[in-house]
Nanobody, 127 residues
Framework: QVQLEESGGGSVQSEGSLRLSCAAA????????MGWFRQAPGKEREGVAH???????RYADSVKGRFTILRDNAKNILYLHMNVLKPDDTAMYFC?????????????????????WGQGTQVTVSS
């Protein structure tokens, strides 16, 4: 059974930074496209960042230039570096995986196409 586990969430003031990590004990990262998603109370889950098996990346417009997604296939860890955080970034953040390479379009940021999910880690940004 595939298990993804996020860590690194917390509370931070506006303009601050956080780094999220996602580890998988039973998944060979190199075979999977990975994504970070978030869900705020009362809102739908939305794609934040995607990284393909070829390390290509795609970001939601709202986080471009502030967030960076990275993967370490040797360690089976996915990262999300978040800088210049804003109160609107407050949400539960999830990592997810789907087998196969990137599609190089917005589908890479749609949660419906992802198979495996972590439990989430909370990020709270105060003004």
């Amino acid at each position: 059974q595939v298990q993804l586990e996020e860590s690194g969430g917390g509370s931070v003031q506006s303009e601050g930074s956080l780094r999220l990590s996602c580890a998988a004990a039973t998944l060979t990262y190199a075979d999977y496209s990975m994504g970070w998603f978030r869900q705020a109370p009362g809102k739908e889950r939305e794609g934040v960042a995607h990284i393909g098996t070829d390390a290509s990346t795609r970001y939601a417009d709202s986080v471009k230039g502030r967030f960076t997604i990275l993967r370490d296939n040797a360690k089976n860890i996915l990262y999300l570096h978040m800088n210049v955080l804003k109160p609107d970034d407050t949400a539960m953040y999830f990592c997810a995986a789907r087998r196969g390479g990137p599609w190089y379009n917005q589908r890479d940021l749609l949660p419906n196409f992802y198979t495996y999910w972590g439990q989430g880690t909370q990020v709270t940004v105060s003004s």
